[in-house]
């Protein structure tokens, strides 16, 4: 059986994805977070208080995902919510210790993602990106 070039790096592509969530997960145990509760930590440090809309449309997970893992993180007083105009929509914000959570996780993300980069040239990244900003587009258009 032989495989053409795009399904082999669909294939390639959703196999290091995988693994390189999984070896994600391995560095943010170690705050007992995971990939997908980091995902809302980062979207909240970057973009500021927010809807679960907002967050959802961000990540392109389905709402009631973003949900779970919101009272996963309430729970645990990373994040708060915060009053709305909106009574239907839910804002949410890091607290202090979300915001603490923040700075301590993002450097070892940081040097995490930095050595699965190290062989990997500033010339090739922007083809990379210049690649995935492609198929992102034709993905929303589709």
């Not at 999984?22 to 980062?42: C, E, M, P, V």
């Not at 839910?90 to 915001?99: F, H, M, S, V, Y």
Request: hydrophobic share 35%; with cysteine.
């Amino acid at each position: 059986m032989s495989i053409s070039g795009h399904q082999y790096f669909f294939h390639q592509y959703l196999q290091t994805a995988r693994l390189f969530t999984k070896r994600l997960n391995d560095q943010l145990a170690k705050h007992d977070l995971f990939h997908s509760q980091w995902a809302i930590i980062y979207y909240l440090k970057h973009y500021g208080p927010s809807t679960l809309v907002d967050i959802s449309n961000y990540l392109n997970v389905e709402k009631p995902t973003i949900t779970r893992t919101v009272t996963r993180l309430q729970e645990r007083d990373i994040i708060e919510q915060i009053p709305s105009d909106n009574k239907r929509e839910k804002r949410i914000q890091l607290t202090e210790a979300g915001r603490e959570i923040y700075n301590t996780c993002i450097h070892h993300v940081s040097e995490f993602e930095e050595k699965v980069m190290s062989s990997v040239s500033e010339d090739e990244l922007k083809i990379m990106m210049k690649i995935f900003g492609k198929m992102e587009h034709q993905l929303q258009h589709e």
